[in-house]
């Protein structure tokens, strides 16, 4: 695997923060798996396997070229599908529920003293400021308008904040909706759509040097043409 590639990527944790990408750190969670599966078996096996997985798992997203950073639960979403392709199911199964396992901690300790959510910060025009989040939700919710009922706001807005992290700059909150609604394409082709014209937003936004929805652009093309 390519340490250098691996290293210049960062891995979203549940809280929005950001650390460097370690595959070392996957190594650590299927042998901790392992271990829980075969009852405290080991050996020369379950290192094999366990850093062949991560090798596979690295492979596969620094293989999307378009991302700096991985959110935790797409690692781990990897790291189940590389152990069925390699044939350890049992292992694969186990894993599921080590992540099961630690879930019901998190929701747990959530329960019992539930924190305020994080405010992620943004990086805007070389200024830290609050992720304007209803301001999101709007532009999302614009792009997926009159698309016909299957096409939603929702999924696209949540995968979006699912790949957001604090100090995110602005540029990147937008290429994470253009990404999070292309994903769902498959489910519904109105999203190419949607897709499109969040792409529109960002191209609006270089040229205008400013936020401009679709909707005031009417008036905007007659101002802004005429100096040309």
Same mark, same amino acid.
Request: with cysteine; net charge negative; hydrophobic share 40%.
């Given at each position: !695997?390519?340490?250098?590639?691996?290293?210049?990527?960062?891995?979203?944790?549940?809280?929005?923060?950001?650390?460097?990408?370690?595959?070392?750190?996957?190594?650590?969670?299927?042998?901790?798996?392992?271990?829980?599966?075969?009852?405290?078996?080991?050996?020369?096996? !379950?290192?094999?396997?366990?850093?062949?997985?991560?090798?596979?798992?690295?492979?596969?997203?620094?293989?999307?070229?378009?991302?700096?950073?991985?959110?935790?639960? +797409?690692?781990?979403?990897?790291?189940?599908?590389?152990?069925?392709? !390699?044939?350890?199911?049992?292992?694969?199964?186990?894993?599921?529920?080590?992540?099961?396992?630690?879930?019901?901690?998190?929701?747990?300790?959530?329960?019992?003293?539930?924190?305020?959510?994080?405010?992620?910060?943004?990086?805007?025009?070389?200024?830290?400021?609050?992720?304007?989040?209803?301001?999101?939700?709007?532009?999302?919710?614009?792009?997926?308008?009159?698309?016909?009922?299957?096409?939603?706001?929702?999924?696209?807005?949540?995968?979006?904040?699912?790949?957001?992290? +604090?100090?995110?700059?602005?540029?990147?909150?937008?290429?994470?909706?253009?990404? &999070?609604?292309?994903?769902?394409?498959?489910? +519904?082709?109105?999203?190419?759509?949607?897709?499109?014209?969040?792409? !529109?937003?960002?191209?609006?936004?270089?040229?205008?040097?400013?936020?401009?929805?679709?909707?005031?652009?009417?008036?905007?093309? &007659?101002?802004?043409?005429?100096?040309?």
């Amino acid at each position: !695997m390519n340490a250098d590639l691996a290293a210049a990527r960062g891995v979203i944790k549940r809280d929005g923060t950001v650390v460097v990408f370690n595959p070392e750190k996957i190594v650590t969670a299927i042998k901790k798996a392992w271990l829980d599966v075969f009852k405290g078996v080991g050996g020369q096996r !379950m290192f094999d396997v366990a850093q062949r997985a991560a090798e596979l798992v690295t492979v596969a997203l620094l293989r999307d070229e378009s991302r700096s950073n991985f959110h935790i639960e +797409d690692i781990q979403d990897q790291v189940e599908l590389q152990l069925m392709r !390699m044939g350890e199911h049992e292992l694969a199964r186990g894993y599921i529920v080590y992540r099961e396992q630690h879930a019901q901690v998190r929701a747990s300790r959530h329960a019992a003293s539930p924190e305020a959510p994080h405010q992620l910060t943004v990086i805007d025009g070389g200024m830290r400021r609050p992720l304007d989040l209803g301001a999101l939700k709007a532009l999302i919710a614009s792009a997926c308008e009159n698309l016909g009922a299957d096409v939603k706001p929702e999924p696209v807005l949540a995968e979006t904040q699912r790949n957001l992290y +604090d100090g995110v700059p602005m540029e990147e909150v937008y290429k994470a909706a253009i990404l &999070a609604a292309r994903t769902l394409i498959e489910k +519904d082709p109105g999203y190419s759509r949607a897709t499109a014209r969040l792409l !529109m937003h960002t191209i609006r936004r270089e040229i205008l040097g400013e936020e401009v929805t679709q909707e005031q652009m009417q008036e905007r093309y &007659a101002e802004y043409f005429p100096r040309y």
